[in-house]
């Protein structure tokens, strides 16, 4: 039996491939929604962060079967691994920016040398959406528009090994981030933390294992994980391992059984019961979405 997989791009509606180590690219709102009439049915991108920035129009989102809406100007970060999708009226104006892992690893890594607790870290790695005000709208506008012009000048991206477009690429999130009213938690463990759930999510590892691979105790991982972020680390486990099954049942058309062998339960009645003590359904009430608007 096949493996569940959720449609993965590095860009929409081209092939899966393995986007090189920089990769980045940006483009107008209607020079790829234009193609799909105006609706980007729901994905994910496993290996880059994308920010889609709103100047004028509606736009119907989803974020993991959740459904909200934008008008301009506004802006929303997708950060990797997330399932999204977007429904355009044609004349909705913006930009979306689509940025490799090694930009958010970096700006983790200046935050952590530099500033401790960089709001744009937070940005990248949690996301984040919102309303933008006047001054803040008009200056993302011109970034956007002056990153569009580097490859209308000849660039070709090479992602945060070309300074210029670094450079520009983090002004335009510098900007968004007194508008996203985020905030890091300011100890670098817990961001160790999170990216080893996620190398591990499938492989069931105890607490111990994460404690000492990031140099501590269970005991202070715990400390340190209800503090900063309100949970317990099983609990944050266990609620991410809920989410891929949410997201591989709703959009993968899979079996609760092959979704339960992809995440590692060697007993699909357990992983049953696990998912319905986590998220209160049924694997089987996840067929699909409530509201896509790629579709």
């Known amino acids: 039996m096949p493996a569940p997989t959720i449609p993965t791009f590095a860009l929409y509606g ?3 491939w393995l986007s090189p180590a920089g990769f980045a690219h940006i483009e107008t709102i209607a020079a790829r929604s ?3 009439d105006w609706a980007i049915a729901p994905h994910r991108h496993d290996r880059a962060v994308q920010l889609l920035l709103v100047h004028a129009g509606p736009a119907e989102v989803t974020l993991d079967g959740t459904p909200f809406a ?3 100007p506004a802006f929303i970060i997708v950060p990797t691994g997330v399932v999204h999708g977007f429904r355009f009226a044609p004349d909705t104006a913006g930009h979306v920016l689509t940025l490799g ?3 958010a690893r970096r700006a983790r890594w ?9 709001a744009m870290a937070a940005l990248l790695s949690r996301g984040g959406h919102g309303q933008l005000g006047p001054t803040t ?9 002056e990153l569009i012009a580097l490859g209308e000048n000849g660039w070709e991206s090479s992602g945060i090994n070309d300074a210029l477009f670094d450079s520009l690429a983090e002004a335009l999130l510098r900007t968004l981030v007194a508008d996203a009213g985020l905030a890091e938690s300011g100890d670098r463990r817990l961001a160790v933390f999170r990216h080893l759930v996620e190398t591990h999510l499938a492989e069931h590892r105890p607490l111990d294992f994460y404690a000492r691979s990031i140099g501590t105790t269970v005991r202070t991982l715990t400390r340190l994980s209800q503090r900063h972020l309100g949970h317990s680390p099983q ?3 266990n609620r991410r391992l809920a989410l891929e099954a949410q997201r591989l049942l709703r959009y993968t058309g899979a079996s609760a059984s092959a979704v339960a062998a992809e995440l590692g339960f060697a007993d699909p009645s357990y992983f049953s019961r696990f998912y319905l003590r986590m998220t209160g359904r049924r694997p089987q009430d996840e067929r699909a979405p409530v509201h896509d608007p790629g579709r």
């Open 110 to 118: 200046l935050a952590d040398e530099a500033a401790p607790g960089d």
């Open 235 to 237: 609990m944050l486990i």
């Open 70 to 72: 934008l008008h301009g």
């Open 137 to 145: 709208a008009a200056r993302a506008a011109r970034l956007a528009d």
């Open 101 to 103: 892992q090694e930009f």
């Open 34 to 36: 234009a193609l799909h």
């Open 14 to 16: 081209e092939d899966d």
